[in-house]
Every structure is written in C-alpha cells, then in structure tokens.
C-alpha cells in the first residue's frame, strides 16, 4: 500500500477506534476498513468531501452503512471470491468436528483419559447419506455444497432465488423456496448468507424450535442470523444435538450459556485465517482501489440491492 499509494496504515492489527476512522474519513480519499471497523451514518456524515471509497478488507460489509455510503457517492467494494474455498473448508472441518465430535476427542487424549477402544464409546453421526440445507448459496455456499457432495451428503439449499440449473445438476443441489420447510428436514444446517436487516435473527427461537432433535446447526456466516440467547436455551434444554460456531452475535463476546458443552465447538472467527486468503484479500483490496483510480468500475463493487 505504501509503495503505490500515500498511505497512512494501521499497524496494531486491532480495529480503528471512533476518533481515528473519524479522522482518517476527514482526510482520506479512500477508507480501508476491515470487517471490526464500524462505518456507519454518521461516521459517513462526518466525511470530508474528498473521500471517494470504502474499499473493505474482508467479503461481509455488514459494519458498513452501505445504503448511506452510496447515497453520498461512496463507491464500496469488497474482497470476495479469494477467501471461498477457506471458509467452506472452515465449515466442513465444523460440520466433521461436530458430527464425529473431534475435538472433544482431541481432549480426552489430551487429558489422559483414553483407555483403549470400547464397541460403543464415543460414537458420532455418519455423514454419507445426511441431508446437508445450506442458507445462502452464494460462493461459499457452492463450495461448501462441492465439499458436501464428495462425503457423500445430500445437498439442499434455500436461497433468495434458485442457482442455474447447471450448477444445480453439478451439485445435485434441491432447491426450497421454503426456508421453514427446508429447516424441518434436514440433519446438518450451514449458514451462509450474509447479515442484512432481512437476515437479522433469520434463525429465530421459533425457527429453531423447527429444527428436529438430532440436527446440527454450522454457522461460519455471521453470528446475527442466529437468536443466540435462543440457541443457548436450546442446547441447555437438549433441543438440539449440535453446534458449530465461527461467528458470534456480540463479538467477540460469546453467550455464556454456549461455552463448556462437549457437543459445541466454537472457533474465534477463523473462516478466511490462511496466509494466502489473508495476502489475496490484500491484494483485492489493491486492485479495487487502482481500477477505481484508473477512471473503471472496480471489479468487487458492493450496491445496495445486492444485500
Ligand atoms: N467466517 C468467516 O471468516 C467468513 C464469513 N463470511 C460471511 O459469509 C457470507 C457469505 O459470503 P459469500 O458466499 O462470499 O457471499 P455471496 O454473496 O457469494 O453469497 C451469499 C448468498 O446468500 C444469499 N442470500 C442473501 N440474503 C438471503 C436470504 N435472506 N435468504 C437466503 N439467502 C440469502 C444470496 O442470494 C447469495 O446467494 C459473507 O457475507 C460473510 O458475512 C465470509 C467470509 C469469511
Ligand atoms: O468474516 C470475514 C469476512 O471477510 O467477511
């Protein structure tokens, strides 16, 4: 960033507190937050009129007031695509955990009290032949979907509008318009959508209440779509067999009532934590702002509409 632009950079690796991004908006022409930092009306509002672009490092713009950065003028833009095949890895390595219960596995042996194989101890839930709904099939959603179909899952989604049917085929994909419906069948449920005023506690206590008692919930989306008081209540009343969580409602706070339960895992945040996601997300960010500096449409531009 320094070689190409006249950057003034973060270098502490922790968000940007109010006073500096209010600062930084005051003069920059371009904002790179990431996903901790909040860009909302008001910090929008105090911008100075040579700030052209939020360019965000990261896929999820829910901290960013789009609609009013738009509105203003703002180009938005974001890093997709380059962080995909992590997050669905991510997701994956949830959904096994979960269902094969690895890590608390991992903390028998770690504690010493593995004392040799029993014909019923420990026992998981198969993946091959389960019944996979994704929430969102959008990037990581495919991915995931592609990750699905090799264990030998079957692959449901729910989506604002179906995928085409060739990558339906591909994925051997069904597709329910119903999101109710679709919550009442399935053995594992992925989240994979992003955070919007339409998604907000999308899996409500009701909706939760839909899921059936052996089901596993994954959520590597954001923690808004999910009730969490709600969930924390379901699992203390056993009313669902698992979760996998990357992401939280309050982060990074996590509801008490979720922590120290041998069906949870929960992880801090790790669906895009590769070394390479993290480099390619950088240079997304690079690319958005040169395009736009050119005078073009930059490639990962975010509108309203599209959330
Ligand atoms: N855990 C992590 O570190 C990461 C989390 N994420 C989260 O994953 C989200 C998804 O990322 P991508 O797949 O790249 O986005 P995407 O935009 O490619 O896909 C999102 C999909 O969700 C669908 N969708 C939107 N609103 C919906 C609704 N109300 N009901 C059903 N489907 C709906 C969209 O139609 C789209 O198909 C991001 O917005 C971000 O919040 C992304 C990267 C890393
Ligand atoms: O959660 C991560 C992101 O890039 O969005």
Redesign the pocket.
């Not at 929430?135 to 959603?141: C, K, T």
């Not at 994979?192 to 919007?196: G, Q, Y």
């Not at 945040?269 to 895009?272: I, T």
């Given at each position: 960033m320094r070689e190409l632009f006249d950057a003034e950079l973060n270098l502490t690796d922790t968000p940007m507190d109010r006073a500096a991004l209010e600062a930084a908006v005051r003069r920059a022409d371009v904002l790179v937050p990431t996903i901790t930092d909040t860009v909302d009306a008001s910090l929008i509002e105090s911008a100075g009129e040579q700030l052209k672009m939020i360019a965000n490092f990261g896929?999820?713009v829910?901290h960013i007031d789009v609609e009013a950065a738009v509105g203003r003028g703002l180009i938005v833009t974001n890093t997709?695509g380059v962080?995909?095949e992590d997050?669905a890895d991510l997701a994956m390595a949830l959904i096994l955990a979960v269902s094969r219960r690895i890590v608390e596995g991992a903390q028998v042996v770690a504690e010493g009290r593995f004392e040799g194989w029993t014909p019923t101890w420990m026992t998981g839930r198969k993946l091959w032949g389960k019944r996979l709904g994704i929430?969102?099939?959008?990037?990581?959603?495919q991915a995931l979907a592609r990750r699905a179909k090799a264990f030998g899952m079957q692959v449901h989604y729910?989506?604002?509008k179906p995928v085409p049917d060739m990558v339906a085929e591909e994925l051997g994909a069904t597709w329910w318009d119903d999101l109710d419906q679709m919550l009442a069948r399935m053995d594992i449920i992925s989240l994979?959508?992003?955070?919007?005023k339409?998604?907000h506690h999308l899996l409500s206590a009701e909706r939760l209440a839909r899921l059936q008692p052996h089901a596993l919930l994954i959520n590597?989306?954001?923690g808004e779509l999910i009730d969490e008081s709600a969930l924390a209540d379901a699992v203390a009343r056993r009313a669902i067999a698992g979760i996998g969580l990357?992401?939280y409602e309050h982060e990074p706070a996590i509801h008490p009532g979720l922590l120290g339960h041998a069906n949870v895992v929960l992880l801090p945040?790790?669906?895009?934590a590769t070394l390479e996601a993290r480099q390619d997300m950088g240079d997304r960010v690079i690319t958005n702002i040169m395009t736009f500096q050119n005078g073009h449409r930059p490639p990962d531009r975010v509108i309203p509409a599209m959330l």
């Open positions: 896929a999820g829910d997709p962080l995909t997050t929430v969102g099939m959008g990037r990581i959603g729910h989506n604002r994979n959508c992003p955070a919007t339409e998604t590597t989306a954001r990357d992401v945040h790790l669906g895009s």
